[in-house]
């Protein structure tokens, strides 16, 4: 397993990779036959070996409700579950009156990196799905949830790479990702992703249509997702799908496939869609929470101001969910996401919870606690949304140790205060977390956020009539290079800028094929150190001059508390002579202009050469 200080580095980049695709494409873009778990033998419980009791107790049990019992813990294991269970001598009893205790969450969608398994397991998250990596994780993961150690981790089980055509979405993360293309043995190449460890099969069908974003992307055709079913099938594995319109989803299902990790969200899932998909016996994870951050719902804000949560977030967690997926919200999606889950789940469709976590707008372990919430509202019970969150994703991924609190299964477990059969937010008033038996310390992490630092106050940034030195801040490239893609640029100060000026900035390079969101250009940091926050609210306008080859570029403004937030992003044009832009801070859709981290010109949306100069930029 990779350290931590490189996974943190590793995640960040990823997510500011993301956060730079995401305008240029990327919104939302956002596993077998099901598997019930074996009946749990009942011994008799033992009167030796250290354990612990919880007495008097409401036991929400991942299937049914217990409104006053005990649960005996021993060795890591349930040992005993009963409404008139006698407590046995010399262990710890702890008293449960006026709690419910559950078994361990499970997250059904999450990208785990860095300290991503320890926020999860700090509000009550014990495992997590993973739907997109790199393999090498893969047997230190598979070790870890073999044993019964203590831990301050969740358990994870993983996809490895997800299986994407070559350019497609899931390229684009910064990691070399082996695609399926119209020459690839599908058999040969899951039984090679199988061989690296991956726990099931996680195919990609998306192409950008659903989110009229003027680029398309290649993705998998019907044939290929059919043969990556069946050879996921073959080997006794489950595959599920990214799917994010109703024509991939009805793709994907006609092909077999076991679920679906988002819900799709382009419209209102159909009458047909629904009854095949429930004479299927496929499940749905909705990532609703993930949904609302793109139609620029605050649900994520609203997570990290919940008093039962908010001391218990890193402030990288407080600062993901303050961002949105998206700066041009698209509140209907949202809306058709959770009539979708209304329709589906009425017809006897399996919903299982997962946030899509750490996306912007979403965190790890607290944005399930959203995501339970929004399942509620979409029509599930809050009895059914907690079975969505426990026993029904054990059930379906095959994972027959946990999801239940039974005799003989893992003890991981979650005691809250409060009746979350009654109120799921109760769900986030939590008092302990067992992992492995073992009680999980929770530390309240430290919250110190950024400072978003002044800014002198001459509204001039560049001039270029000496060099490329800016009047505070900085300057710097940037490329889709970052992120595996193959596009140049080359930035430098050329003599005779606009209006007889001495010097310009010249930029030029080429945007190259074959890189799912591709972009190239310059961009400004306003503060000392690259994506610092700087506080920018005095400000009204972005000026400059700009020369070029016709095209049509994008500035772009990153802004907010976290640096994984989608930028916002304005047009021009830049033709060959001299002209000056003027554009009003205001027109960058939901910027924080208290926090600006960056500015960015950039080409992208048509591949090959590309040249402009800038001249005279101002932030007035």
């Known amino acids: 397993m990779q350290t931590r200080a ?24 956002l596993v077998g036959r099901e598997q019930t778990l074996p009946p749990a033998a009942a011994p008799a419980v033992s009167t030796t070996g250290a354990g612990f009791a919880i007495r008097d107790v409401r036991i929400f049990d991942g299937v049914d409700v217990i409104e006053r019992g005990t649960v005996v813990v021993r060795d890591g294991l349930i040992e005993a579950v009963g409404a008139h269970l006698a407590v046995p001598d010399g262990i710890t009893v702890i008293d449960g009156a006026g709690r419910t205790l559950l078994p361990g969450l499970i997250d059904a969608h999450v990208h785990a990196w860095g300290d991503a398994q320890q926020d999860m397991l700090r509000v009550g998250v014990t495992t997590g799905l993973d739907m997109h990596g790199t393999p090498e994780r893969l047997p230190a993961l598979r070790a870890q949830r073999e044993s019964t150690a203590p831990t301050t981790h969740a358990d994870l089980w993983a996809a490895g790479y997800a299986i994407t055509a070559p350019g497609g979405h899931g390229t684009q993360y910064g990691f070399p990702v082996p695609t399926v293309d119209a020459g690839t043995d599908i058999p040969a190449f899951i039984a090679a992703r199988l061989a690296e460890g991956d726990d099931f099969i996680k195919l990609i069908v998306e192409d950008l249509s659903g989110y009229a974003t003027g680029r398309t992307l290649p993705t998998l055709s019907a044939a290929q997702v059919r043969a990556v079913v069946d050879a996921a099938h073959a080997h006794g594995r489950i595959a599920v799908a990214h799917a994010s319109t109703q024509a991939s989803a009805r793709e994907v299902l006609d092909a077999g496939i076991d679920g679906f990790v988002h819900v799709a969200d382009d419209a ?94 979403t965190a790890q372990g607290a944005s399930l606690h959203g995501e339970l919430a929004l399942l509620v509202q979409a029509g599930l019970t809050p009895q059914q949304a907690l079975v969505a969150a426990t026993s029904a994703p054990a059930a379906r991924f095959g994972i027959a140790d946990r999801g239940r609190i039974a005799p003989g299964l893992r003890a991981d477990l979650v005691l809250v205060e409060g009746n979350p059969l009654d109120d799921i937010t109760a769900t986030r008033r939590i008092d302990t977390v067992w992992k492995n038996g073992a009680r999980v310390e929770r ?34 490239p940037t490329t889709d290079q970052m992120a595996g893609g193959a596009s140049t640029v080359a930035h430098a100060r050329i003599a005779g800028g606009a209006n007889g000026s001495a010097g310009a900035l010249q930029v030029s390079g080429e945007i190259k094929p074959g890189f799912a969101f591709p972009w190239s250009g310059v961009i400004f940091f306003p503060a000392a150190q690259a994506m610092q926050p700087a506080d920018l609210s005095s400000r009204r306008e972005l000026v400059f001059r700009v020369r070029g080859d016709g095209r049509r570029y994008s500035a772009l403004l990153f802004s907010g508390a976290s640096p994984s937030a989608m930028p916002a992003m304005q047009r021009f044009d830049a033709g060959s002579n001299w002209t000056e832009v003027r554009l009003p801070l205001a027109g960058f859709a939901g910027a924080d202009l208290s926090q600006v981290r960056g500015i960015a010109w950039t080409a992208g949306q048509t591949d090959g050469a590309f040249a402009f100069a800038l001249d005279d930029v101002e932030l007035r």
């Open 268 to 361: 209102v899932a159909s009458d047909a869609f629904v009854a095949d998909a429930a004479g299927r016996d496929v499940f749905v994870v909705p990532t609703l929470v993930v949904i609302a951050s793109v139609a620029g719902m605050d649900t994520g804000r609203r997570l990290a101001d919940d008093p039962a949560l908010s001391p218990w977030l890193t402030q990288e967690q407080r600062d993901s969910l303050g961002a949105r997926m998206s700066t041009r919200p698209r509140a209907r999606r949202i809306v058709d996401a959770i009539d979708s889950v209304r329709r589906l789940h009425a017809a006897g469709v399996t919903i299982l919870a997962g946030s899509d976590a750490p996306n912007p707008g």
């Open 6 to 29: 490189h996974g943190q580095r590793r995640w960040r980049g990823v997510m500011a990779v993301a956060a730079l695709v995401g305008v240029l494409g990327l919104a939302v873009v």
């Open 443 to 476: 530390v309240q992490p430290a919250a110190a956020a950024a400072t978003a630092g002044a800014v002198p106050g001459d509204t001039r940034i560049s001039d270029f009539e000496a060099g490329l030195d800016a009047r505070f801040g900085n300057w710097a």
